[in-house]
């Protein structure tokens, strides 16, 4: 039997997140050591039922019909032919990694060779989209874009370039154990823009001019011009009511810890906290002391990979 096999990898947003959902340009930063592989391929004749297995993090479980997954799935559907995808994740769910677009970028890459055809990016990006709406409701799309690129992606109205960096630094993801619902922050975010709008016309405007700054600090500066740029993303998002109490322990263990700046990542109200550090001694002695302060996990990339 043929068998068809996609991967893909978690995410990080240095910056933007949020403000992507309303046009400002936001920074996605690839976790290539969190990835996941989907198989696919047809069930046995006379079987017509697909199915869906999902494992993450060790449980197993199939996935309920409503589903990004299975929505994706139903578009690959031939009458008579049942279609078998299993689903293996090493990104822990509703942490803001970008679990559900891996996932779904994953299977559009295993449908796509199971039924021979080639993997052309717009349309997996647009596929994957298909089921973020499922999954989250407006999805920017940055988390089915940066699920799938090398580099860090700017990435703006559906648009995403990729970035050279020329930084040294080293970024530490701290998982605060709680999980966030990206469609929950989504939705509290839309519901204070509506009741005051000048307060979205300051936050986007101002993670504008964030990312035009954090830009060239990527492609050519170095880590200690970063941190201002994170911090103040943090406040930002903060002040939206998109933190935590745990949220803001870990930003201030990663700060007095030495690093040059530390945010929310993702969604938030919940999830994790991206910090980057000047090198990698400061990043080991950062980790071991949000893992002391309640974080359940760390990962460390050093902004030379991305190169
Ligand atoms: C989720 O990774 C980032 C958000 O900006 C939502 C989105 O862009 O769709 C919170």
Not at 97 to 110: E, M
Not at 116 to 122: G, L
Not at 169 to 184: C, I, L, P
Request: proline content about 6%.
């Amino acid at each position: 039997t043929r068998i068809g096999v996609g991967h893909a990898h978690a995410k990080v947003i240095l910056l933007g997140e949020h403000a992507v959902v309303y046009g400002a340009p936001a920074i996605g930063l690839p976790l290539p050591g969190l990835a996941v592989r989907a198989t696919a391929r047809h069930t046995e004749p006379g079987d017509s039922s697909t199915r869906i297995r999902f494992t993450t993090t060790g449980s197993e479980y199939a996935l309920p019909a409503n589903s990004g997954l299975a929505a994706l799935v139903a578009l690959f559907e031939e009458p008579g032919a049942g279609i078998a995808v299993r689903v293996l994740s090493d990104i822990p769910l509703g942490r803001g990694l970008g679990s559900s677009a891996a996932c779904a970028r994953a299977t559009v890459g295993a449908l796509d060779r199971l039924l021979d055809r080639p993997v052309v990016e717009p349309e997996v990006y647009s596929l994957v989209q298909t089921a973020e709406r499922v999954a989250h409701g407006n999805p920017s799309g940055i988390d089915a874009a940066t699920t799938g690129s090398p580099r860090p992606l700017m990435f703006s109205d559906g648009t995403s370039e990729a970035l050279s960096v020329g930084m040294r630094g080293v970024f530490v993801v701290a998982d605060s154990g709680n999980s966030g619902a990206t469609r929950t922050a989504v939705d509290l975010v839309a519901e204070r823009f509506r009741r005051n709008p000048i307060l979205r016309t300051r936050f986007v405007q101002r993670i504008h001019a964030l990312a035009h700054a954090a830009r060239p600090v990527l492609t050519a500066g170095r880590a200690d011009e970063l941190g201002p740029i994170l911090n103040e993303n943090h406040s930002l998002l903060s002040e939206l009511g998109l933190s935590t109490p745990k949220l803001d322990l870990l930003v201030r263990v990663a700060v007095d810890a030495g690093c040059v700046g530390a945010k929310l990542t993702g969604g938030g109200l919940g999830g994790c906290v991206l910090a980057l550090a000047a090198d990698p001694e400061h990043a080991r002695r950062a980790a071991a002391r949000l893992r002391t302060a309640g974080a359940t996990t760390t990962w460390t990339v050093s902004a030379e990979s991305f190169r």
